[in-house]
Nanobody
């Protein structure tokens, strides 16, 4: 069973930055794609960003140019650098690992972390 553990969440003021980390219990080379999802209270879970094993990245329009996803294969860890945070970024953030739904544009989240809370105050 693969375990993914997120860390780095917290409370930050609007305009601030946070870096989330996702540590995997096994070699992340086994994942064709890894991603970050978020779920705000009363809203559906949404894909924020994902990265493939070849380094392809894709972002939701709402975070493009503010967030950066990366992975360190040697440390079996994925990151999400979040800059210029807005109150609407407040959510529980989940990391995932898995494959694709037929295309690198559509990650398939086979494994999920437990989530980390990000709260952005105005």
């Amino acid at each position: 069973q693969v375990h993914l553990v997120e860390s780095g969440g917290g409370l930050v003021q609007a305009g601030g930055s946070l870096r989330l980390s996702c540590a995997a219990s096994e070699n992340i080379f086994s994942f064709d794609a890894m991603g970050w999802y978020r779920q705000a209270p009363g809203k559906q879970r949404e894909l924020v960003a994902h990265i493939t094993d070849t380094g392809f990245t894709k972002y939701a329009d709402s975070v493009n140019s503010r967030f950066t996803i990366s992975r360190d294969n040697a440390k079996n860890t994925m990151y999400l650098q979040m800059n210029s945070l807005k109150p609407e970024d407040t959510a529980v953030y989940y990391c995932t690992g898995g494959g694709y739904y037929g295309s690198i544009y559509y990650p398939r989240p086979d494994f999920w972390g437990q989530g980390t809370q990000v709260t952005v105050s105005s």
